[in-house]
């Protein structure tokens, strides 16, 4: 799909008075075809995996893209992710809120971080769950080399739309508790190539968008 129609599908589901953010999701796509898609005038991109993103960030430093971390975050690889990427919307336990504070440069702004929420509490799925976000948000807020700025999830793939909708709008419910806590929370991203209105709809600020942009990622 062309980035131009996406957009404006976008810009629709919203409706005049919100704006939606556009993640490109770069998994496993060359550094070419990101540029290409820079080159259109998209800035934000979303990368699963640290290495593959260290690499891709070098390649691609002179176009000032914004970089984002959607895929699980271990541990040993916070030190790295804490320097290259501006956003990591993965974070889901203590022992990551510390490691990235601790390994975010100086010269840096404050790292960007968006809980994940495991909402439909799916073994397969890494996020916390819903009673675990008020402790997280506070450990986030706490340190001064990160920016609390919301939430994240993944709902289950329910091939019933009423089931879809339920999960949206329960992390809508959880995003808009955790604003009356915490005033500079402003992002709740949710919805992908398959969902991506009915997730505007429910309230998402940010839609993460790879297969329709792309087209299928190619075999790693």
């Given at each position: 799909?062309?980035?131009?129609?996406?957009?404006?599908?976008?810009?629709?589901?919203?409706?005049?008075?919100?704006?939606?953010c556009l993640l490109a999701v770069s998994k496993l796509q060359p550094a070419s075809a990101i540029a290409a898609l820079a080159a259109q005038g998209q800035r934000a991109f979303g990368e699963n995996y640290v290495q593959e993103a260290a690499?891709?960030?070098?390649?691609?430093?002179?176009?000032g893209l914004e970089w984002h971390l959607i895929g699980h975050l271990q541990s040993n690889k916070a030190d790295v992710a804490?320097?290259?990427?501006?956003?990591?919307?993965?974070?889901?336990?203590?022992?990551?809120?510390?490691?990235?504070?601790?390994?975010?440069?100086?010269?840096?702004?404050?790292?960007?971080?968006?809980?994940?929420?495991?909402?439909?509490?799916?073994?397969?799925?890494?996020?916390?769950?819903?009673?675990?976000?008020?402790?997280?948000?506070?450990?986030?807020?706490?340190?001064?080399?990160?920016?609390?700025?919301?939430?994240?999830?993944?709902?289950?793939?329910?091939?019933?739309?009423?089931?879809?909708?339920?999960?949206?709008?329960?992390?809508?419910?959880?995003?808009?508790?955790?604003?009356?806590?915490?005033?500079?929370?402003?992002?709740?991203?949710?919805?992908?190539?398959?969902?991506?209105?009915?997730?505007?709809?429910?309230?998402?600020?940010?839609?993460?968008?790879?297969?329709?942009?792309?087209?299928?990622?190619?075999?790693?």
């Amino acid at each position: 799909m062309p980035l131009a129609t996406l957009k404006h599908q976008i810009a629709a589901a919203a409706g005049p008075h919100r704006q939606v953010c556009l993640l490109a999701v770069s998994k496993l796509q060359p550094a070419s075809a990101i540029a290409a898609l820079a080159a259109q005038g998209q800035r934000a991109f979303g990368e699963n995996y640290v290495q593959e993103a260290a690499d891709k960030v070098q390649a691609l430093a002179a176009l000032g893209l914004e970089w984002h971390l959607i895929g699980h975050l271990q541990s040993n690889k916070a030190d790295v992710a804490a320097r290259i990427f501006d956003w990591v919307q993965t974070v889901d336990r203590d022992k990551l809120v510390t490691a990235l504070a601790r390994h975010r440069p100086a010269e840096l702004p404050p790292l960007n971080v968006l809980i994940q929420v495991n909402i439909d509490d799916e073994d397969s799925k890494h996020g916390c769950q819903p009673a675990q976000v008020d402790a997280l948000a506070e450990a986030i807020a706490g340190q001064q080399r990160l920016r609390l700025r919301g939430l994240m999830a993944i709902p289950a793939p329910f091939p019933e739309a009423e089931k879809r909708l339920a999960a949206f709008n329960r992390m809508h419910a959880l995003f808009a508790g955790l604003r009356t806590r915490h005033a500079q929370v402003d992002t709740l991203s949710m919805g992908m190539s398959s969902d991506h209105a009915d997730a505007i709809a429910a309230g998402s600020t940010m839609v993460r968008v790879g297969t329709a942009l792309f087209g299928q990622r190619p075999t790693p």
